[in-house]
């Protein structure tokens, strides 16, 4: 395994999908990372953010089949996983996959749909496979969900659960781009640019080459010190008197995956803990319940986040 | 490495103290009993011990004093003191005799006058200055550099004072308002922070580091490398350190300057591939690190060195700039002079209560009070040698010597008797002792002024007087022409023994502890050590304890549990049910508030409101009716954010109408 080589291709798919998504480097990066990870991404921003195009973007330039369902309150759990149907033609029931059979799927506006079809969603991110009439059929590998959820808006909303959103390995807060970035985002559509047309984007990786970065990662070493730093961290966010409900131990596998695959992006062979410290915000913050006091005095989960990498010792420190 | 950085702390503590002490100004009068002996390896051609056992002195015997000390070896010594640094008045530049009479006479009184320089500035002639004047002018610049500098760390150290305290109250108002955020750690907490200590200080680090490559323990030595470059980078101000911030924190922080920034990161990331990836630290490695991180340090103490030489000549400029020992009135050349015939001078700090068996001889400058004298003259009686040179009226009671006011100047003759009677003496005399009547040992004139006795001793009891008509003879102006200089230590010369000087700093006592220190010259030297301390505490100093916000507890409304409560029940989708619960509630205490007697119905109980708190009837009736739907509709209707607005609006109308309770 050359995890340099690794490395510099996760490196330049991100520079390929970055010639369409101006402006959201750090999006782009933590998305490469959740998916190297083998874990599924939760995006939070406002529409108009280039979300789909981003998924778009990723299943070309990675060569990965792309799906997209957008969530309504009337969509069934057959409309994600698939049903099986007659045939008159063979005279015999087929099961038709549903859009979830797929390696890149957008889940769009995950929270209108209803709490049953958003748990057939989720029960396929965990298990990466569906049942359907006592069958149950492997989904793609990779697979990848990348769900969207608009903050503003409440009204006609189901949110999800806790315990749905500690199946989501990141959660992402998108923000606006920077001026320069939005000037050059219309410097793009002046000069031609269509968003629905991306043949011009090259393929720079493949499905198995995808997989081999999600199986190096077990070659990423990691030190004991690294180890008792994500749990001292996850430890203090049960801890936090702002916190009712802390994060889970799959949390803690989630940041020593992630923080592995992050190595794995800037090319090492081992973690250090600003692996761990820099996406703890991400793997976090969605599986912090506050308490209810806490929500009124507008303290959020990346406070409690931040305060508790403030307590945590790095291991090995020299302060 | 570690070698130089002790050497550089040694140097900085040198600098910052040793000038103070060494160089002070001897009018700030040094520690009792301060004694410094001979200048060593000064090339003085000393008297052997044979010639210094004479065996007048040894029997007290009235001998030739004269005979005793080489003309040479004065004149040596005289030459070298003059020539010296700590000589002022002798250096063209620095003369000011043409303001002063006494030391322009002097300058014309003799051929032998070995300050040009006073002779020059006398005749107001162009002076040209010699390799010394400039060395002298170097120093003063130096001095006022020195000063300056000093002066600008302080104020700079008072900014960085002010700037921290800011940061301090910033930070306090930065943190988030949640006083629970800040509670006591819990015991694992507090021993986990208890038992990180590790060391900051960069000479430490720097000396670890250099052990453990000694004794092969390269991981370490990498890891304390690393330390040193961290905490040199603090130190610089480059970086903010704390247990929670990791390499990458530190390198964004250095990202503005690139020329840390790039030897940084390879530094932490050849670290961290020892530290957690389990890559073999080598020499070789350690080798490579100290290339990276030895400049980088090497800079930071080279600021602080800096700053300790600007503290350290603030300590020695006012000896360099000023002192009056140095000028034409002083006696720093007859000190000297003395010390090279090996004789200990130091100046009596201490009062006179009680005088050392080691003295042999007082030399009594200026004047001193009657208790003194009496001292003094016990002293003489006791068999010491006394030496004045003003009158006072205790000593002619008692010695019946008086000194008259005189006023001759040129030539000293040597009576005759003495065998070198043909020294070339010169003085502005003003003054001529005159002995009264009375029986005395032995009495011997050295000098005369027209005839007049200006040099004499005199017995007293089982000691001496020797009397010298003025002052001004034995300062430095006067030792610069002729033979003075020879004449006057071969009267003084006490080989091997001490000779104090008393005179005003003899028995002052201070006021306060700050005066006796600054009285001591010790003032700025502890100003200085009162600011390193403070700069090393600030910087590198470990804090006694764990620092945390004062605890505020607040006391929260019921009001906002309440809606803490329906929040809860909007996530829960259940607002409808809380309206009809807590609805019902407060239906029932505004019935009791408005209506105690009787039950009343809805109707009713919104007219009595509409008339206390001052709203339309109908709009009451409305919110009544509302909440009493909650209570038959909960179950089926569904949840809306109006059921709490709702709720909210029926409790601040509970509140208007005098409360729940």
Wanted: proline share 6%.
């Amino acid at each position: 395994m050359n995890l340099e080589h690794l490395s510099r291709e996760l490196r330049r798919i991100e520079t390929e999908v970055s010639r369409v998504l101006v402006g959201q480097e750090s999006l782009v990066e933590h998305v490469l990372v959740g998916l190297v990870a083998r874990g599924h991404v939760l995006i939070e921003g406002v529409p108009g953010l280039g979300k789909t195009l981003l998924v778009r973007a990723l299943g070309r330039v990675l060569g990965l089949s792309f799906r997209r369902i957008q969530f309504t309150p009337d969509l069934m759990p057959s409309d994600i996983t698939g049903s099986t149907l007659y045939s008159q033609k063979l005279g015999e029931f087929s099961f038709v996959p549903g859009p979830v059979f797929t390696e890149l799927l957008l889940a769009d506006e995950v929270n209108r749909a209803p709490a049953k079809t958003q748990s057939a969603l989720l029960e396929a991110m965990q298990e990466r496979s569906v049942t359907t009439d006592g069958v149950t059929r492997p989904l793609s590998e990779p697979f990848l969900v990348l769900a969207t959820q608009n903050p503003i808006e409440s009204q006609g909303t189901y949110p999800l659960p806790e315990a749905q959103l500690d199946r989501f390995l990141l959660k992402l807060e998108v923000g606006h781009p920077s001026q320069a970035a939005e000037a050059q985002i219309l410097l793009n559509y002046v000069a031609g640019f269509d968003p629905g047309e991306l043949s011009h984007l090259q393929q720079v990786s493949s499905q198995a080459s995808i997989v081999e970065m999600q199986r190096s990662l077990g070659e990423i070493h990691i030190a004991r010190e690294i180890i008792d730093y994500v749990t001292d961290i996850v430890r203090r966010t049960r801890n936090h008197p702002s916190v009712s409900l802390g994060a889970s131990p799959r949390a803690s596998i989630g940041l020593l995956n992630v923080a592995r695959a992050h190595a794995l992006w800037e090319g090492r062979e081992f973690v250090i803990p600003d692996d761990v410290k820099s996406y703890a915000h991400a793997v976090l913050r969605h599986r912090l319940q506050l308490q209810p006091d806490a929500e009124l005095e507008g303290i959020t989960a990346d406070h409690c986040v931040d305060s508790v990498l403030r307590d945590a010792i790095v291991p090995k420190t020299s302060a | 490495m570690a070698g130089a950085a002790r050497l550089g702390l040694v140097a900085l503590f040198a600098l910052v103290c040793l000038p103070s002490v060494a160089l002070a100004d001897p009018g700030d009068a040094p520690p009792a009993w301060q004694s410094l002996p001979p200048a060593a390896g000064s090339g003085v051609e000393h008297p052997d011990e044979a010639e210094a056992d004479e065996p007048g002195e040894e029997s007290g015997a009235p001998l030739d004093p004269f005979k005793v000390v080489p003309p040479a070896s004065v004149e040596g010594s005289l030459s070298r003191v003059l020539s010296g640094p700590d000589v002022s008045f002798c250096k063209a530049e620095q003369a000011t005799g043409r303001h002063d009479p006494l030391l322009c006479s002097l300058s014309h009184l003799s051929s032998r006058q070995r300050c040009p320089g006073l002779r020059q500035a006398c005749s107001n002639q162009p002076v040209e200055v010699g390799p010394s004047s400039s060395s002298g002018s170097l120093q003063s610049k130096l001095a006022q550099l020195g000063n300056l500098t000093f002066w600008l760390v302080l104020a700079g150290l008072v900014v960085a004072v002010g700037l921290a305290l800011k940061r301090v109250f910033a930070d306090a108002e930065f943190a988030p308002a949640d006083p629970r955020k800040r509670t006591s750690p819990s015991p694992a907490e507090a021993a986990l922070v208890a038992r990180h200590v590790v060391e900051t200080d960069v000479a430490r680090l720097w000396a670890l580091a250099e052990e453990s490559a000694l004794g092969a323990r390269f991981e370490e030595a990498v890891a304390a490398l690393q330390g040193a470059l961290i905490h040199a980078l603090r130190l610089s101000g480059k970086l903010h350190v704390s247990p929670a911030q990791t390499n990458g924190d530190y390198l964004r922080a250095l990202r503005p300057e690139p020329s840390l920034h790039g030897p940084a990161r390879e530094v932490f990331r050849a670290v961290e591939a020892v530290q957690f990836g389990g890559a073999p630290a080598s020499r070789e490695l350690y080798r490579q690190l100290l290339e990276r991180v030895q400049p980088i340090v090497a800079r930071v103490l080279s600021l602080l060195l800096l700053c300790a030489f600007g503290f350290g000549q603030s300590g020695c400029s006012k000896s360099l700039a000023g002192d009056p020992e140095a000028g034409g009135h002083g006696l720093g050349v007859l000190t000297q002079l003395l010390r090279e015939q090996h004789t200990t001078v130091r100046r009596r700090i201490r009062a006179l209560n009680v005088i050392e068996p080691e003295v042999s001889a007082i030399l009594v400058v200026g004047e001193q009070p009657s208790e003194a004298w009496a001292k003094l003259l016990e002293f003489a009686a006791g068999g010491g040698m006394l030496v004045v040179s003003q009158s006072s009226e205790e000593l002619a009671k008692a010695t019946s010597v008086h000194y008259s006011a005189d006023s001759y100047t040129g030539r000293l003759q040597v009576p005759p008797g003495f065998e070198s009677n043909q020294l070339e003496l010169s003085a502005v005399a003003r003054h001529a002792l005159e002995f009264g009547t009375g029986a005395v040992a032995h009495e011997r004139t050295f000098a005369l002024a027209e005839k007049k006795a200006y040099v004499a001793e005199r017995s007293y009891g089982a000691g001496n007087v020797l009397y010298f008509g003025d002052d001004e003879f034995l300062a430095n102006a006067s030792l610069s022409v002729g033979d003075n200089a020879f004449f006057v230590v071969s009267l003084l010369r006490r080989n091997g023994q001490v000779l104090e000087l008393v005179g005003p700093w003899t028995g002052g006592g201070s006021s306060s502890t700050f005066a006796s220190l600054f009285k001591a010259g010790l003032g700025t030297l502890l100003a200085q050590l009162a600011l390193l301390a403070v700069l090393f505490g600030w910087h590198g100093g470990t804090a006694f304890g764990l620092r945390k916000d004062p605890i505020a507890v607040r006391r929260r409304a019921f009001r906002d549990h309440v809606l803490a409560l329906g929040e809860n029940y909007r996530r829960a989708r259940a607002t409808r049910f809380a309206l009809a619960s807590y609805g019902s509630w407060l239906i029932e205490r505004l019935r009791d508030r408005l209506s105690p007697q009787q039950p009343i119905g809805l109707i009713d109980l919104a007219g009595r409101m509409a008339g206390r708190v001052e709203q339309p009837e109908s709009e009451l009736v409305l919110l009544l009716s509302e909440a009493r739907d909650a209570q038959d509709d909960f179950a089926t209707a569904r949840s809306s954010p109006a059921d709490l607005s709702t709720l909210e609006k029926l409790e601040t109308l509970t509140v208007r109408a005098g409360g729940s309770k």
